[in-house]
């Protein structure tokens, strides 16, 4: 090869082949070019998708938080009611039913918290009431509890299974039977 001097050299133009060549790289550069610009959207996008679920899973995580700190806190304890006469002695739950002593002539008291049932054959009236808490058997005096009605939201049962005042927020203090659960009676002597 013989040695050419930069400065009196010519450039010689390309030939048809060279040219093509030329603008084939150059398409193939500029699409290359959008196909990473295009994967580098899509990997954007993908990851703005990811956070937008992270966020919504944060979010739907953090609801069912609150629920069930609301459920819990709403549902409350359970309280044993168990049906006692003026004695403090355990009566069938039954004999505290307030449908029951008001379709016996039976009235409720609310300054003492007794149903008053009238006695058969005219000997007065007994008295029942429920006792929150205790324990005992039928004939037999209750043991601890209360006289006082539970309030807030705290579910009473009698030992016979029924709701006689449910709990929880939203639910008022009336029984699923249709008694207040301040306290019931029945007729009849013991």
């Known amino acids: 090869m013989r040695f050419q001097d930069p400065s009196t050299a010519k450039r010689r133009e390309p030939t048809l082949a060279e040219q093509r060549a030329r603008r084939q790289a150059l398409e193939d550069q500029a699409r290359q070019e959008a196909a990473e610009r ?22 739907t995580v953090g609801l069912v938080a609150v629920v069930a700190t609301w459920y819990v806190a709403g549902s409350g304890e359970t309280v044993n009611a168990l049906c006692t006469d003026s004695n403090n002695v355990v009566q069938p739950d039954e004999y505290c039913d307030d449908n029951y002593a008001t379709t016996h002539g039976g009235y409720y008291n609310s300054s003492t918290g007794f149903w008053f049932i009238p006695i058969p054959g005219g000997g007065g009236y007994s008295q029942y009431r429920y006792n929150y808490g205790g324990t005992g058997t039928i004939g037999r005096p209750v043991t601890g509890g209360t006289y006082t009605k539970p309030s807030g939201n705290t579910t009473v049962k009698t030992s016979s299974g029924k709701t006689v005042q449910r709990g929880g927020f939203g639910i008022s203090g009336k029984s699923s039977g249709g008694s207040s659960g301040d306290s019931g009676g029945k007729s009849g002597g013991s």
């Open 38 to 59: 295009d994967a580098r959207a899509a990997a954007e996008q993908k990851a703005a998708t990811r956070r937008k679920l992270l966020i919504g899973g944060g979010v």
